[in-house]
């Protein structure tokens, strides 16, 4: 299981506002902050946060360059640890370059959504198919009100909605980040102690 | 499993700062959201911030009137929701006294925490205890550098830490939430399917 190359990206555009039409979204400091930490915590090959806009792009690189390089760093090492896993990249294109230059190979791309499709995967079979299949893999997230019709419907797999108790699915892209990654490479423990 | 009657409660003081002090943190806008939609997420019967500062309460009351009774509630009704199940108290003692007249019985206490005590408890045990014993169970969740230890020794059960794929246990505490949850109250489909 731990060597399971998996990369994660936060998709600011093309996703969609709480009207249905495409957008871009703005960066958010604390999507940086925690998801490079959720990210360090289940060992992922590389956070990609995917922003077209250079304005966006620039205040990413500012945010990292204190924590990276500069008094953050030396203030709190474990949050630069965390923050050297995260590349700003323009386009979804760029970001399966990047892994295909690093890895040599093409990512399998799994979508996440607060919806269900006729073809969305469940955790366990896509928890099995990540430790025994060759990767890489990139979890794709979207922002605002979710990734675009054209992209999910692309992707290798759809991963299904994170249901808890009851009806309600409206996650914080964070907390669905957290939760999506304990499920698929965090211990089994669930299953090896309870059956 | 969805009967269990479990609380969240969010301590800001008695904490840690880094250098060990015994200090109250500042309450942080996205803990009161992002857990609130974790908390509806799994059923939890009520999320309690417990901050001892009038003025902290405050800004937590100026908050939540905007989306439980404000131009939020309108604008986002499923925000609204969360955000109704959380309630500020000033100590742990009237947590558990709300907990108390709530529910007719005194809640068992766990407390989570980065490090491994001699009695730590796991994931799958406590899962089993909430999901058989009666409750009410109030999980406690410090802000800084973590409850301070006469809290923690003081509590029913210490959970054991998150840990992913690795060595790095620095999650945000609104990530810690999410995955604790989860893998308390979420469903059990890896225990159910992969074995």
Known sequence: MSAAC??????????????GELI???VTNLDLHD???????????GYLVIHPHLAQQRLVAEILHYWVEGYGAEYNPDRKQALQ???????LAEAIGLIERNEGRRPKIVTTDARLFPNSIG???????????????LLLFGTGFGLDRQTTESADYI???VWGRG?????????????????LLGPSFLGDKEN
Chains 1, 2 share one sequence.
């Open 123 to 137: 955790y366990c079979p896509l928890r099995r198919k990540i430790s025994t299949e060759e990767g890489p893999w």
């Open 6 to 19: 998996v990369y994660i990206g936060l998709v600011h555009y093309p996703v969609y506002n709480k009207k």
């Open 159 to 161: 991963l299904e909605p």
């Open 35 to 45: 998801i490079s930490r959720i990210g360090a915590t289940y060992a992922v090959a």
């Open 24 to 26: 871009a979204t703005s």
């Open 167 to 183: 009806e309600y699915n409206h996650l914080s892209v964070r907390s669905a980040v957290a939760i999506i990654l304990d499920r």
């Open 85 to 91: 896993g995260l590349t700003t990249v323009s386009s």
